[in-house]
């Protein structure tokens, strides 16, 4: 199994590995992936090493359309309770995390609700981080300029970038990694940002002055697939069908702040009630928030890429 590393693969290990080698009386052996390219070389040299991949959804949908992925058994892998976008016929979504609206309650005592709150530079005056990378920002921006969360996809890019630019002499940072974006808020650097939902969670509870909404949260969600031509592909079918099953699924909350991928986990009885209101993914918090279109991404991430760095530089 090659995860992201770090807090989420701990996570997964005790959610998700540990109680499957269990039950199917195997090992399973870790390894780190960072990029769809490490799996592209395996697949394309004949000399796949790894059985199990996780990568970022829009990832899963590239390789997918590049043939790298197995296709899944249906009859083994369930994925009733996880949601359509999130399924392809070679991968499927793994688990959640949330881009969220965070402030500084020291200088934002009213607080926010809505991405138009962050754009709107008068009513809240302050310093601003956005993440420097276009998924999710394309999303915030046409949200913030009225967009129905229905009828986002597919992207307004000439409405999202103009409305980009309204907001941008007020970004005081332009953040590149969830560590910094924690710092940001946790040292007062900014007074609002976009921030991954458990990196927000990670420092209020180390007591930073922030709170955030779940309101317009721009859900995203790691995937995995088998690479083609793994060496143990039944048995990692097998494996693959019970990390997103709801019995698993509903364990990863107790472990890290991002939510489970399959919905049923929340009629499992093993979240209480008060965990269940708190995660990003329960059935309260998920109807306000908007699911990222991988496959959209998939087929545009290239040129908006482009036109943001281009963007980033005017």
Same mark, same amino acid.
């Given at each position: 199994?090659?995860? @992201? ?19 199917? @009386? ?13 799996? =592209? /070389?395996?697949?394309?040299? @004949?000399?796949? +090493? ?47 995390? +949330? ?13 926010? &609700? ?11 005056? $302050?310093? =601003? ?18 967009? #129905? ?16 630019? #309204?907001?941008?002499?007020?970004? $005081? ?7 910094? +974006? ?6 007062? %650097?900014?007074?609002? /940002? #976009?921030?991954? &939902? @458990? =990196?927000? &969670? ?12 779940? &309101? ?13 031509? %793994? ?35 929340? #009629? ?32 545009? !991430?290239?040129? !908006? ?10």
């Amino acid at each position: 199994m090659a995860g @992201g590393g770090g807090a989420a693969q701990d996570a997964q290990r005790k959610a998700f590995f540990e109680p499957t080698a269990k039950a199917l @009386g195997i090992k399973i052996n870790e390894a780190t992936v960072n990029f769809i390219q490490e799996v =592209r /070389l395996q697949v394309q040299s @004949g000399a796949v +090493s790894w059985d199990i991949v996780e990568l970022g959804a829009d990832d899963c949908a590239v390789g997918s359309k590049e043939g790298l992925w197995e296709p899944l058994d249906f009859n083994i892998v369930k994925t009733d309770g996880i949601d359509p976008k999130l399924v392809g016929k070679d991968w499927v979504g793994y688990f959640y995390y +949330s881009t969220v609206l965070a402030w500084n309650t020291g200088t934002v005592p009213q607080g926010m &609700n809505t991405w138009a709150d962050f754009f709107n530079v008068d009513k809240f005056p $302050g310093e =601003r981080g956005v993440y420097n990378y276009p998924r999710g920002n394309l999303e915030m921006a046409l949200l913030a300029d009225g967009v #129905e969360p229905s009828k986002l996809y597919p992207l307004d890019v000439d409405r999202a970038f103009k409305k980009l630019a #309204e907001l941008k002499p007020h970004v $005081g940072v332009w953040w590149e990694s969830g560590a910094q +974006s924690a710092q940001l808020i946790k040292d007062g %650097s900014v007074d609002m /940002l #976009e921030i991954w &939902n @458990g =990196r927000v &969670n990670a420092v209020i509870k180390d007591g930073a002055a922030a709170k955030y909404t779940f &309101n317009q949260g721009i859900l995203n969600a790691d995937c995995i697939a088998i690479p083609k031509g %793994s060496k143990h592909k039944d048995l990692a079918m097998k494996a693959l069908a019970m990390f997103i099953s709801p019995e698993l699924q509903a364990r990863f909350p107790l472990y890290i702040d991002y939510g489970p991928i399959n919905s049923k986990a929340f #009629e499992t009885g093993v979240l209480t009630q008060e965990q269940i209101d708190a995660n990003l993914a329960s059935p309260k918090n998920i109807r306000n928030q908007v699911i990222v279109d991988s496959d959209w991404w998939a087929k545009n !991430m290239a040129a !908006m890429t482009e036109r943001w760095n281009n963007f980033r530089q005017e």
